[in-house]
Structure formats: structure tokens, C-alpha cells
């Protein structure tokens, strides 16, 4: 079982260009979430999706959208990245909002 | 909003020690989660605690919930070179996402 898949692992970004971070799980969970961790910061929530259809705003919304395309696919987008938003990304699920979280690989992103 | 607290954030042992981190919140808990995270990797769940004064043991982790559901700790008993990590915990009121801490960082020497 793959569980929770994310792309790509590494991506240099220019300020001010775009890009999608991917993730996908094969758990059949409701919830998905995206977190950024930097150092010294611990794990920080972007946005989150308590199921399909619904998405909501985390700690650290400002600069991001997000995607929640089908049960299994949970997008995040930056619109115009800069360099504050060089982190590493995590996306997660769960079976339900109380369950315990299972999390993706992450994707490491540097914004130049 | 809601807080979690954690210390310490570094803590560097010899193998064989014993190590604790706490965790501390701000507002009362609906429950907490503890998590680890390997250096390079990707935070992993150990467990949760949902009720007031709870003792969860794994091998040689001992979790334990506060009375007053604000306050956790996690005890590693007798540490091993592969207990090296970031332990985080996370705490939640109701069916709101986790708030996690900053992690406490666990070094140990051999």
C-alpha cells in the first residue's frame, strides 16, 4: 500500500512563478491536510479538508490555494511564490477528523 | 487560538538514559497525539490519549494524559541509538485539525 503519495519530492522555484504540490491517498480517508514544517516551527497547518466538497483555512493560509479534486487528491497551489515560503511541505490524511494523521514524504520547496 | 507547548526542544542523552519530553496546552484537550519524526523523514504516529489521567505504554514509551486534559508527557525508558528523532505532540478540542508542538529533538550518544 502506497498511502499517502506526494510530488514532486524537490522543486527550485523562481519568485513569482507558480506550481502545484500533488497528493494522493489510497486509504479511503475523509480528511486531508496540508502542513509546513520549518525549522524551529514545528508543523504548521496551511489548509485542510474535513471531507470531500469542503475545504478550510489552517494557521498559515495567506499565498496558497487549495484543491480537494476527489476523495483521493488533496492540491496545493502557489500562485506566486516567494521566498517566506521556502519550506518543507507535508500533506496528510485521516480516517476521520479525531483519527490519527498519516503523512505523506513531503516536498522539499526553495523559493530563489 | 489554541497553543501547544513542548519542551524541552533539544535534549541530547547518552544510550541508556532515560529522556522525556511534556507537552502543555493552553486550552483543555479533546485528546492528544504523538508523533515521530526521523531526521530526513516524515512525522509518524505512535499514539493518542483521549482520556482525562490516561497511561499508554509502547515497549519502553510510557504516554501519560494529564488530569485536567492540558498536559502530556512522553518517557522513553533506557534509550537506543534508534530512538533519535523529533518527537512532536499534537492536541486537538473537538473535531478541529491538530495543533502540533514544536517537537523536542532527541539526540543520543553512543
Known amino acids: 500500500n502506497a498511502g499517502v503519495t506526494q510530488t514532486p519530492k524537490f522543486q527550485v522555484l523562481k519568485t513569482g512563478q507558480s506550481m502545484t504540490l500533488q497528493c494522493a491517498q489510497d486509504?479511503?480517508?475523509?480528511?486531508m491536510y496540508w502542513y509546513r514544517q520549518d525549522p524551529g516551527m514545528g508543523l504548521r497547518l496551511i489548509y485542510y479538508s474535513a471531507s470531500e466538497g469542503t475545504t478550510d483555512k489552517g494557521e498559515v493560509p495567506n499565498g496558497y490555494n487549495v484543491s480537494r479534486l476527489n476523495k483521493r487528491e488533496f492540491s496545493l497551489r502557489l500562485e506566486s511564490a516567494a521566498p517566506s515560503q521556502t519550506s518543507v511541505y507535508f500533506c496528510a490524511s485521516s480516517e476521520r477528523p479525531n483519527y490519527g494523521y498519516t503523512f505523506g514524504s513531503g516536498t522539499r520547496l526553495t523559493v530563489v | 487560538g489554541q497553543q501547544v507547548m513542548q519542551i524541552p526542544q533539544y535534549q541530547h542523552v547518552q544510550e541508556g538514559e532515560d529522556f522525556t519530553t511534556y507537552c502543555n496546552s493552553s486550552?483543555?484537550?479533546?485528546?492528544i497525539q504523538w508523533y515521530k519524526q526521523r531526521p530526513g523523514g516524515h512525522p509518524v504516529f505512535l499514539i493518542q490519549?483521549?482520556?482525562?489521567?490516561e497511561v499508554k505504554k509502547q515497549k519502553r514509551l510510557t504516554f501519560q494524559f494529564g488530569e485536567a486534559k492540558k498536559n502530556s508527557s512522553l518517557h522513553i525508558t533506557a534509550t537506543q541509538t534508534t530512538d533519535v528523532g523529533t518527537y512532536f505532540c499534537a492536541g486537538r478540542n473537538g473535531n478541529t485539525p491538530l495543533v502540533f508542538g514544536k517537537g523536542t529533538r532527541l539526540s543520543v550518544i553512543a
Open positions: 486550552t483543555t484537550l479533546s485528546n
Open positions: 490519549l483521549v482520556k482525562s489521567g
Open positions: 486509504m479511503n480517508h475523509n480528511s
